[in-house]
């Protein structure tokens, strides 16, 4: 696509609109920040902003306010981003209107802005022309850096973005494309895609797009367990989905056909309920109890998918390979992460579990591209046009 980057435009000046993803993790009771891996990500793109003297004027959803509410404001992400820069950060109350008109008539070149949650107003999420109009009367440049908010047309980016002569994409943007893009378009091989998580539902897309151009997949979490009832396996109490049986038997026959290797678990990590400390066992793939369920792949798993891994030149991962947020269910999905960084390839993360996972295994300097969006990169890996990109164009 023909997308101008940040080095095709002159911003000296120019009252810049940066649509950025500042939806952050917070402690519910306090409101600290807990997570600001979003506010770090943006840093390239506003400090190349303001180093070329750019007014820069941030805009951001958090959270699903109905209207006004203090519990969701950004005004501590303001202050969290200020630290990071060591500049100060102005703050509107408002994302349109007097407020934010007057602390735009107030920036100076190379001064930060960050706009009040846009989620406060209704029109955001609709998509609604006068409310990006009331956006785009602010700036003079767009540029969108919300990989992670990409695939919704909402106003900020996606009606405001056609409201712009000059627009663009943010450094994260395009690291986010590029990366993605080249698992769809130029893949290197061998090329291994690990997919994980609950349902079968949610990845039957990606499945369909990403297996003829990869040589092998591996499958866990909860959906594993629809793919072994498809192959007539017992499944004990484990999370099935009866109507995606046939799926799963129809995208098992086309792995086959394709003469791809589709890997699914070999042991098991077994209980009766899903609690921290409760009794648990390692069972073989056709021994799972009736009265048990599976809740993350074994180590003989774990153990033949890091031998997969380990010679492939571009690894895809989204999602856990077992209830990661809840010990000792954890150890596969850890170990597949180890098993990641250690592998030479080209290794993209994507999903906040999977990302969660690489970063308690404390591997995440060891990943080439861990991806900002959760839902934006499973769309984009399911070969869908993302309404946020396709806007720059």
């Not at 405001?160 to 986010?176: C, D, P, S, T, Y």
Request: proline letters at 5%; charged letters at 20%; one cysteine or more.
């Amino acid at each position: 696509m023909a997308i101008r980057s940040l080095k095709d435009i002159d911003f000296a000046g120019k009252r810049v609109l940066c649509r950025v993803d500042f939806n952050v993790t917070r402690d519910k009771k306090t409101g600290a920040i807990t997570d600001d891996t979003r506010i770090v990500a943006a840093l390239p793109t506003i400090k190349e902003l303001t180093s070329k003297g750019a007014k820069v004027i941030l805009c951001s959803h958090f959270g699903r306010p109905k209207g006004r509410d203090a519990a969701l404001s950004l005004k501590p992400v303001a202050e969290n981003l200020a630290k990071h820069l060591g500049a100060p950060v102005a703050f509107a109350d408002d994302c349109v209107g007097a407020p934010a008109q007057a602390a735009v008539a107030a920036l100076k070149p190379g001064g930060v802005l960050l706009l009040e949650n846009l989620r406060y107003h209704a029109g955001e999420e609709a998509d609604d022309a006068g409310f990006a109009k009331e956006l785009a009367a602010l700036a003079d440049v767009y540029v969108n850096d919300a990989f992670g908010a990409a695939h919704r047309a909402h106003a900020s980016v996606h009606a405001v973005a056609k409201l712009f002569n000059v627009r663009a994409a943010g450094l994260l943007m395009i690291k986010e494309v590029e990366y993605l893009g080249k698992a769809l378009k130029a893949p290197e091989h061998p090329f291994v895609v690990i997919l994980g998580g609950a349902k079968v539902s949610d990845k039957i897309q990606v499945i369909h797009s990403l297996l003829p151009l990869c040589d092998t997949m591996l499958i866990g979490g909860a959906m594993a367990y629809t793919f072994l009832r498809a192959q007539g396996l017992p499944t004990g109490k484990s999370l099935v989905e009866a109507e995606q049986i046939e799926t799963a038997k129809n995208l098992l026959a086309e792995a086959k056909k394709q003469g791809k290797q589709f890997l699914l678990p070999s042991d098991h990590a077994v209980a009766a309920k899903i609690e921290p400390g409760v009794a648990s066992s390692i069972v073989a793939k056709d021994k799972i109890p009736e009265d048990q369920m599976g809740l993350d792949i074994g180590p003989e798993t774990a153990k033949a998918y890091a031998a997969a891994l380990a010679s492939a030149k571009l690894i895809v991962w989204n999602g856990p390979l077992g209830v990661f947020e809840v010990p000792p269910f954890n150890k596969g999905t850890i170990a597949v992460a180890e098993a990641v960084a250690n592998s030479k390839a080209t290794s993209i993360v994507g999903g906040g579990e999977s990302v969660a996972a690489v970063k308690k295994a404390g591997v995440g300097a060891k990943i080439t591209h861990i991806s900002t969006g959760g839902g934006a990169s499973l769309e984009f890996l399911e070969g869908q046009v993302l309404p946020g990109v396709a806007a720059l164009e």
